[in-house]
């Protein structure tokens, strides 16, 4: 493995990391105390609107899309962006300022790959400009969504419109004001073959039919501001041109969406990985407890130690991913993203339980990011898939690559 890193990437490494350090971390506390307060719930705090202004004059903006994607890429393979992911998730919400969170980067790529020029000038143009949030709708509470063929809500054609029936929840975005346009994947052709019954389709938010029922909290978060949303959607109409690519072609949209973004993401966790571990020997140095420092006992050496061997081996593991991705193509690099989803939540999870130890009673408090990376990382070894199916998928890839 040689990863070739361009001056370019590497210039915006360097400004990303100053970036950190001037605008980011200042702001964690109040970040973390202004969404935490229910009187603010579905809020930004003032200030956060002059950070994404000063990361757009920074040319620190929209950095996820690789080259392929000409004219809204910055121009850089997926090894160069996944090194930029590492430093720009180093905080809970710090992805945010650079237009390159969750789901809405998902939804900007499916835009790129899929959508129409009309999709585009649309939906695509305000969202690549941060003036606008979006939601992914696949999941639904009544069906074992880890099986996206299961979905069940109704997307049924009359005359030149789409007639959408049904319910949707764990919809990332949707609870935010901000939040204009949802991609909702659904059935509309229940006769297909059984990759080929679905589709994904735009609804604005503000449609007549769309409800938001309730928010859900997750571990007790309210995820605030962009919130996880239960969404019904009743005799929800919109034309016919909302729909992405055509009919049955959801499965394959979804797989587009959900691979390409899995190293980013799973570079997120060796970000959050990382800084807990250096917050993990910052305390393990300063703190004193039965007469010498914890960093001297053997216990916290080790937790230490194992840390690090597994961030780098998850660092490693995105690093080969990304590669492969650039050289041989999505399809190609399948099995490298079940490893991603089974290894990087898991590996950020594991870490950051060690550094709370460490830290005591101040490490599930709001005073450092530890509990939010904890709580990220284990509730995304459920969301965009279980570790279970990607393992099953890994092994099914495995057995059939060993037996040719």
């Known amino acids: 493995m040689n990863y070739k890193i361009s001056e370019q990437a590497i210039e915006l490494n360097a400004k990303l990391e100053v970036f950190m350090e001037q605008y980011i971390y200042p702001h964690e506390k109040d970040y973390d105390e202004f969404t935490s307060n229910q009187d603010n719930l579905w809020q930004y705090p003032d200030w956060y609107e002059g950070l994404k202004n000063e990361a757009k004059k920074q040319n620190l903006w929209n950095l996820f899309l690789p080259k392929e994607y000409t004219p809204w890429s910055p121009g850089l393979t997926n090894v160069e962006i996944a090194l930029l992911f590492e430093t720009m998730s180093r905080a809970p919400w710090s992805q945010q300022i650079f237009n390159c969170n969750a789901p809405d980067r998902g939804n900007m790529e499916v835009l790129a790959k899929y959508g129409t020029p009309e999709q585009q000038k649309e939906w695509l143009d305000p969202l690549l400009a941060g003036e606008i949030r979006s939601a992914y709708a696949m999941t639904e509470p009544d069906v074992a969504s880890s099986d996206a063929t299961n979905m069940e809500l109704e997307i049924l054609r009359d005359g030149d419109e789409y007639v959408l029936n049904g319910r949707k929840w764990w919809t990332t975005n949707v609870i935010t004001p901000k939040c204009k346009l949802m ?180 490490g599930v408090s709001q005073d450092t990011p530890l509990g939010h990376f904890f709580t990220t990382s284990r509730f995304c070894r459920i969301a965009d898939g279980p570790d279970e199916v990607h393992m099953s998928q890994l092994a099914k890839l495995t057995m059939r690559s060993l037996n040719k």
Do not use: W
């Open 183 to 362: 991609l909702v994947m659904g059935k509309s052709n229940p006769g297909n073959s059984r990759h080929t019954q679905h589709s994904t389709i735009l609804v604005p938010t503000d449609t007549p039919g769309v409800e938001i029922v309730r928010s859900l909290r997750v571990l007790g978060e309210y995820h605030s501001p962009g919130g996880e949303g239960d969404v019904v959607f009743k005799n929800v109409r919109v034309p016919v041109s909302n729909l992405i690519l055509g009919e049955g072609r959801g499965f394959e949209i979804a797989q587009g969406r959900l691979g390409p973004g899995r190293f980013q993401y799973a570079m997120m966790f060796v970000g959050m990985a990382q800084r807990s571990l250096e917050l993990m020997c910052e305390r393990a140095q300063s703190r004193v407890a039965f007469g010498e420092e914890l960093s001297k006992k053997t216990s916290v050496q080790h937790e230490i130690a194992r840390s690090r061997c597994d961030i780098e081996q998850c660092r490693l593991l995105v690093m080969a991913a990304a590669e492969k991705m650039d050289e041989h193509g999505i399809d190609a690099a399948r099995d490298y993203i079940s490893m991603l989803k089974i290894v990087a939540p898991k590996m950020c999870e594991d870490v950051s339980s060690r550094a709370i130890q460490i830290f005591g009673g101040m």
